[in-house]
């Protein structure tokens, strides 16, 4: 299928759903790219707080979506727990720009996450919902980088904003509520659900008989994806590795610009590249990737190697995380989509909090460069067990697929 064929068949909502995600972005991102750093410099923090705090808050959005998810399959209905997540993250914007300590950060973090992953997994299956089985990938691809673009949009806005008012932090932050508030709005008015049968009885999607009916191909995927999160810590820590080489502070959110051009130039070209190619193999060739990335960043501190290493990292998250949401809901059933995509993200989120605690950890005790080489260590097995279980499973390389 072309790619301009390709792209007029996808839905109105599918766009909708991804100009919502990338305000949102915006919103978070112009905080978060200088988060690490102002918890560093301006409250005292050491780099194993910051990733047990990144870990926490990442960790909860993705558990979070597991109950979401299953709440979503069992109403019959996504888009008001989209809404609920998209508003208690826009609300949490102001507590960044109030604290004076690491508690209210805790906070607003992890509140911050509850929203995400109230949102996650019910927009996931939406996506699913709305999208022809055959540009699924291509669908979740282009949402993730119009998404992605409010990744290296936020940071920009931050680094600007940052000369403009001699690195005011709490100011930036303010600036950041009106773009969460925008993401919100144009969610309310802009999709809408696809309209269900009737009469239809509810049914409880965690049921034992339920859970049964999710294959092996899905669990698969599962822990697939959890071994992977252990390899890719928050990148909290690639703006903490720019700091440490000497970049200003006013232009360290220019990593994750960086990082978010190369994501969002990959995501929908791989995600398109997904529906005609073996999922297994593409997935490995992210995992070489990150390997790469991990290997650079522990390398030097040279400004050269950390933008090669964020480069690759970029380019690895194009690759592989439209591709995961892909394979979820080609291997679970259509009315257990939420329900899959939840515990998927829950056991994701407890490697995440594993992942990032573990990278703070070494960070404080061996350096930056053991962070990098355990994630790529990490990374190394996970590839390992992606050619395994193909192997084992006997899947032609050029069938579609997990």
């Known amino acids: 299928m072309e790619a301009k064929d390709t792209m007029r068949k996808i839905p109105p909502g599918i766009w909708v759903l991804g100009l919502v995600s990338m305000l949102m972005d915006i919103s978070s991102e112009m905080i978060h790219?200088?988060?690490?750093?102002?918890?560093?410099?301006?409250?005292?923090?050491?780099?194993l707080t910051v990733g047990i705090i990144e870990g926490l808050a990442e960790s909860t959005a993705l558990m979070v979506k597991v109950f979401s998810g299953v709440m979503s399959d069992y109403l019959g209905k996504r888009k008001g727990l989209a809404v609920l997540g998209y508003a208690l993250g826009a609300m949490t914007k102001p507590l960044f720009a109030l604290a004076s300590g690491t508690g209210l950060i805790i906070t607003a973090r992890l509140l911050d996450r509850v929203g995400k992953g109230m949102r996650g997994a019910p927009r996931d299956a939406l996506i699913a919902d709305i999208t022809p089985a055959e540009i699924r990938g291509a669908a979740f691809g282009l949402r993730q980088t119009l998404d992605t673009i409010g990744g290296f949009t936020g940071p920009l806005l931050a680094t600007g904003l940052m000369l403009i008012w001699a690195n005011d932090f709490r100011a930036v932050f303010w600036f950041a509520v009106i773009p969460g508030i925008l993401s919100v709005a144009l969610l309310l008015v802009g999709v809408r659900e696809p309209v269900r049968p009737s009469g239809q009885t509810r049914r409880n999607p965690i049921q034992r008989e339920n859970l049964a009916r999710l294959s092996r191909a899905y669990w698969w995927v599962v822990i697939i994806g959890a071994i992977f999160t252990l390899a890719r810590f928050s990148e909290a820590f690639l703006v903490l590795r720019a700091h440490q080489g000497g970049?200003?502070?006013?232009?360290?959110?220019?990593?994750?610009?960086?990082?978010?051009?190369?994501?969002?130039?990959?995501?929908y070209p791989f995600g398109a590249l997904s529906d005609r190619m073996s999922h297994s193999t593409l997935l490995?060739?992210?995992?070489?990737?990150?390997?790469?990335?991990?290997?650079?960043?522990?390398?030097?501190?040279?400004?050269?190697?950390m933008l090669s290493g964020v480069v690759l990292w970029g380019m690895?998250?194009?690759?592989?995380?439209?591709?995961?949401?892909?394979?979820?809901?080609?291997?679970?059933?259509?009315?257990?989509?939420?329900?899959?995509?939840?515990f998927f993200n829950l056991v994701s989120g407890i490697a995440m909090l594993v992942a990032s605690g573990l990278a703070g950890w070494l960070w404080d005790q061996f350096g930056a460069a053991s962070t990098f080489r355990a994630g790529a260590a990490f990374a190394g097995?996970?590839?390992?067990?992606?050619?395994?279980?193909?192997?084992?499973?006997?899947?032609?390389?050029?069938?579609?697929?997990?």
């Not at 200003?248 to 990593?255: C, I, S």
């Not at 610009?257 to 990959?266: P, R, T």
């Open 33 to 47: 790219s200088l988060l690490p750093v102002f918890m560093v410099t301006v409250l005292g923090t050491s780099a």
């Open 247 to 267: 970049v200003p502070t006013a232009l360290v959110p220019l990593v994750m610009v960086v990082m978010n051009l190369v994501y969002s130039a990959c995501a």
């Open 284 to 305: 490995a060739i992210g995992l070489a990737v990150l390997i790469a990335a991990d290997v650079v960043l522990a390398s030097s501190e040279h400004w050269m190697s």
């Open 316 to 342: 690895h998250m194009g690759i592989t995380q439209g591709l995961l949401a892909t394979m979820v809901a080609d291997s679970a059933p259509e009315d257990l989509r939420g329900t899959a995509y939840g």
């Open 381 to 402: 097995l996970t590839l390992l067990g992606l050619l395994a279980g193909r192997k084992g499973r006997g899947k032609p390389e050029s069938a579609p697929g997990p």
